[in-house]
């Protein structure tokens, strides 16, 4: 298939796009580049995928209707994944009007873009920020109407106009609710990337609350491999991508700890009203629908990422960890 990634320098977007080029697709890739996070992470992944033949990429901002329309006329393509956002919860109350542009109104240029070019294959990345809430294990059909965060209600806006879209002109629309992917070249905002910095530094953790707050970890290859098998879904489908294995922030310092061979010493903050107590993927439909479950367990997941920051500790060391 020819498949625009949006987003593709981004955390998951760069592995997708690495993935579908392993599998024998075309990659059209997007990404704006912008500051949200330090850019040196995005260029790292950059210039991985540069390697890899089948992959094109193009500086563009998807919240652009004009440049997208541009692209399109130069270049066909099958399918649309929309991996291009603002993420992050607690910067999203800080600069909510920047998750609305890209989270929202990006989309529905993208979905703009479908409709006209009669692309019938849509693939919305959406987070498990929306069942704040519900009753664990998270399942598809639980209840997303008590968003905690900008980011999470930019991501519910965001959902409710691929369903209109599905609605309105047939298009295939799979949304995955991603649940706390990490990995070598993580983003610099969260616990993962946050921890081995710091440990491996001889840093202070910081740990919001009591460091009991649970999350369902997703390794970013696996991920990507169920992100490339919705391409062959039908419909309108919601699709939890989680590792179904949920741990607290204690036990994820301390696997963190024995792969590095350290001690940590935390610094406690408030907890943050935007942030979930916990987490946890019921991933019985991605079974059932894609064939799919995760195979990467959590401590072989860490080695990797703690490998991957000691081979480039260099300038690791100094990206800005954000808020």
Request: overall charge neutral.
């Amino acid at each position: 298939m020819r498949v625009l990634v949006t987003g593709c320098a981004g955390f998951i977007g760069a592995k997708v796009s690495e993935t579908l080029a392993r599998h024998g697709h075309d990659v059209f890739g997007i990404d704006n580049l912008n500051s949200a996070y330090d850019p040196r992470l995005k260029a790292w992944r950059l210039a991985q995928l540069r390697r890899l033949p089948g992959i094109e990429v193009h500086h563009l901002d998807i919240a652009n209707g004009g440049a997208l329309r541009d692209l399109a006329q130069r270049r066909q393509f099958d399918a649309v994944i929309n991996l291009a956002a603002r993420a992050g919860v607690r910067q999203s109350i800080v600069t909510p009007a920047d998750y609305y542009q890209t989270n929202v109104a990006g989309t529905l240029q993208l979905l703009e873009l479908c409709r006209a070019r009669q692309v019938k294959k849509f693939i919305l990345a959406s987070t498990s920020s929306l069942y704040a809430g519900a009753e664990r294990p998270f399942r598809e059909d639980h209840s997303t109407d008590q968003a905690l965060s900008p980011y999470a209600a930019s991501k519910k806006a965001a959902e409710a106009l691929c369903y209109t879209y599905h609605h309105l002109f047939g298009l295939d629309v799979a949304v995955l609710r991603y649940f706390t992917v990490y990995g070598p070249a993580g983003r610099p905002d969260m616990a993962v990337f946050r921890f081995i910095r710091w440990l491996a530094e001889g840093e202070s953790l910081i740990v919001h609350g009591d460091a009991g707050q649970e999350r369902d970890f997703t390794y970013v290859d696996d991920a990507a491999e169920a992100t490339v098998r919705a391409l062959s879904l039908t419909g309108h489908e919601v699709v939890n991508v989680g590792g179904d294995r949920p741990v607290s922030m204690r036990h994820l310092i301390t696997l963190l700890e024995r792969a590095m061979g350290r001690s940590a010493r935390l610094e406690h903050r408030p907890v943050h009203r935007a942030d979930m107590p916990a987490t946890w993927a019921d991933i019985g439909k991605a079974r059932r629908l894609l064939g799919w479950e995760p195979h990467t367990a959590l401590e072989e997941g860490l080695r990797a990422a703690v490998q991957w920051y000691a081979e480039n500790r260099e300038w690791a060391s100094q990206v800005a960890l954000g808020n």
